[in-house]
């Protein structure tokens, strides 16, 4: 079972990377926002492995409140490049 596990976290850090390499190059904003988005899921994942092999209940908790704020913050951002206020 922990091969399973090692290969599902090199998974998620070439995830990671894409994620960045997407993030650094670009073209536009809106990728960069996509991948910023995309990164958090990551993170999430990453959370929800670890959680899976430690058995602790913390990293659930980690993953939800990185989720909720991953979202948030992805809907600011988009408002933000549409050129609208937060209160629309």
């Given at each position: 079972m922990a091969l399973?596990?090692?290969i599902?976290?090199?998974?998620?850090?070439l995830c990671c990377f894409l994620?960045?390499?997407r993030i650094a190059r670009g073209p536009t904003a809106p990728d960069r926002t996509?991948?910023?988005d995309i990164l958090?899921?990551?993170?999430?994942?990453f959370c929800g492995v670890l959680a899976v092999i430690t058995g602790k209940d913390f990293f659930i908790n980690v993953a939800l409140t990185w989720a909720l704020?991953?979202?948030i913050g992805t809907i600011a951002l988009?408002?933000?490049l549409e050129g609208r206020s937060?209160?629309?």
């Open positions: 399973e596990f090692e599902l976290i090199g998974v998620l850090f994620c960045i390499y996509v991948g910023i958090g899921i990551v993170i999430v994942g704020l991953s979202f988009a408002k933000y937060f209160d629309e």
